[in-house]
């Protein structure tokens, strides 16, 4: 009988101590999956035979696609990755050359890819690469974000879904043999409106910004390197945003030192008063962890271009979830295997939607 008890107090004290850590373990103290470009439906049958046929190895990198972002998060994907086009005045995206190429090659005509005609109307598009790889699961940016929202908002307990935002935009200089539609550039006004398409979705309350880490300190670097990140259980049923490209973050800083005021975090440097949030997609895995144990959010790649999955090689997801990188992005989360053999796939343990860092997470930590 006394064992009994003993055993009973022993289990209740650590189920204690197991709550009382979840309740103070930090946001940057966990890890997820995420998915590239994420909204990606693939390229249409009668433009994959002219792409493999004219372009058969640049194809191979775009041979992948996604399920709607529903059911990505149903799965248990908690980091959404959605490349940006900006577009103003609407319909810059509208008549794609795709469907023209088909035709003159007298293939039969795709699917309309807009049937709603929503590439006509102002405001921020997605898609991977204009004219080429142009097929979306959500469309426009706003209507992909309510597509997070409505899932969120049916599912209040949920970890954070952290939400890249690649913005796209023509390099200076750069001559296309595709003649592709020239882009709309990303000024701070242009970041102004994406901003703005942000709080149209997400209340205050539902996003978890720079300022919210920033808190009392002088910059967002110093806050994040004293471990001011929010706990997991305030974190709960909210987003985060995060940039993608390194290139545009002067642009989106301008006159927000320390990012005060925006939504997004930037993909800044080490020591930066920016950084909070860094990219190492390739690693090396040593380096990640060390950014990790300082204090950083890393995002990293657990393969790219089809590449690994072809031949089932799992080196670079395996040495990426060990990094404690808390963003793992990939092509295949644990319901869209690769279809060749040995099916490559990257899951955390028990297909959980989260689990404690490995790097950098208390012990016994408890990630419910």
Same mark, same amino acid.
Not at 13 to 23: N, P
């Given at each position: 009988m006394l064992r009994?008890?003993s055993?009973?107090?022993?289990? #209740? ?14 946001l940057?103290?966990?890890q ?12 249409a049958p009668?433009?994959?035979?002219l792409?493999?046929?004219?372009y058969a190895? @640049? %194809?191979k990198g ?16 908690r980091?959404? !990755?959605l490349d940006?086009y900006a577009d103003?005045k609407?319909g810059?995206? #509208?008549?794609?050359?795709g469907p023209k190429n088909?035709? #003159?090659a007298?293939l039969p ?5 807009d ?8 405001g ?6 204009q /004219?080429?790889?142009y097929r979306?699961?959500?469309?426009p %940016?706003?209507?992909?974000l309510?597509?997070i929202k409505?899932?969120?908002?049916? +599912?209040p307990n949920?970890?954070?879904? %952290?939400?890249?935002v690649e913005t796209k935009? /023509?390099?200076p200089g750069?001559?296309s043999k ?12 242009t970041?102004? @409106?994406?901003?703005? !398409?942000i709080?149209?979705v %997400?209340k205050?309350?539902e996003?978890i910004?720079?300022?919210?880490v920033?808190? +009392?300190y002088?910059?967002l670097?110093?806050?994040?390197? #004293?471990?001011n ?16 490209q390194? /290139?545009m973050t002067p642009?989106y800083?301008a006159? +927000?030192?320390s990012?005060?005021g925006?939504?997004?975090f930037?993909n800044?440097?080490?020591?930066q008063p920016?950084?909070?949030?860094l ?5 090396? @895995?040593? /380096?990640?962890?060390?950014?990790v144990?300082k ?5 990293a790649?657990t393969d790219?271009?089809t590449k690994?999955a072809?031949t089932?090689?799992t ?5 990426m979830?060990a990094?404690?990188?808390?963003l ?8 869209e295997p690769a279809r060749?053999?040995? +099916?490559f796939?990257?899951?955390l343990?028990?297909?959980?939607s989260?689990r ?10 408890n990630?419910?």
């Amino acid at each position: 009988m006394l064992r009994t008890l003993s055993t009973l107090a022993l289990t #209740a004290a650590l189920a204690a101590v197991a709550h009382a850590q979840s309740d103070t373990l930090k946001l940057n103290q966990i890890q997820v999956i995420g998915t590239h470009n994420s909204y990606h439906a693939g390229i249409a049958p009668s433009e994959t035979k002219l792409w493999q046929t004219n372009y058969a190895e @640049a %194809f191979k990198g775009l041979d992948y696609q996604h399920q709607p972002l529903p059911q990505q998060l149903d799965s248990g994907v908690r980091q959404i !990755e959605l490349d940006v086009y900006a577009d103003a005045k609407g319909g810059r995206y #509208a008549h794609p050359s795709g469907p023209k190429n088909v035709a #003159a090659a007298g293939l039969p005509a795709d699917p309309d890819f807009d049937p709603n005609g929503l590439m006509n109307k102002p405001g921020f598009k997605v898609m991977h690469v204009q /004219d080429v790889d142009y097929r979306s699961t959500c469309q426009p %940016f706003i209507g992909c974000l309510d597509q997070i929202k409505q899932w969120s908002q049916a +599912h209040p307990n949920h970890v954070p879904i %952290f939400i890249l935002v690649e913005t796209k935009q /023509d390099k200076p200089g750069r001559v296309s043999k595709l003649h592709l539609t020239e882009t709309e550039p990303f000024t701070s006004a242009t970041f102004d @409106a994406l901003d703005a !398409e942000i709080r149209s979705v %997400f209340k205050p309350s539902e996003l978890i910004t720079p300022d919210n880490v920033r808190g +009392h300190y002088k910059t967002l670097n110093q806050a994040v390197l #004293a471990g001011n990140w929010p706990t997991l259980a305030s974190s709960r049923g909210k987003v985060v945003f995060l940039m993608d490209q390194h /290139d545009m973050t002067p642009v989106y800083v301008a006159g +927000h030192t320390s990012l005060r005021g925006r939504i997004i975090f930037t993909n800044s440097d080490p020591g930066q008063p920016d950084a909070a949030f860094l990219e190492r997609n390739e690693g090396p @895995a040593a /380096d990640i962890s060390d950014l990790v144990r300082k204090g950083y959010l890393i995002r990293a790649r657990t393969d790219s271009d089809t590449k690994e999955a072809r031949t089932n090689n799992t080196a670079v997801r395996d040495a990426m979830l060990a990094s404690g990188a808390q963003l793992l992005s990939t092509d295949y989360p644990v319901n869209e295997p690769a279809r060749w053999e040995g +099916h490559f796939v990257v899951t955390l343990p028990g297909n959980a939607s989260a689990r404690c860092n490995p790097v950098n997470a208390p012990t016994a930590c408890n990630v419910k």
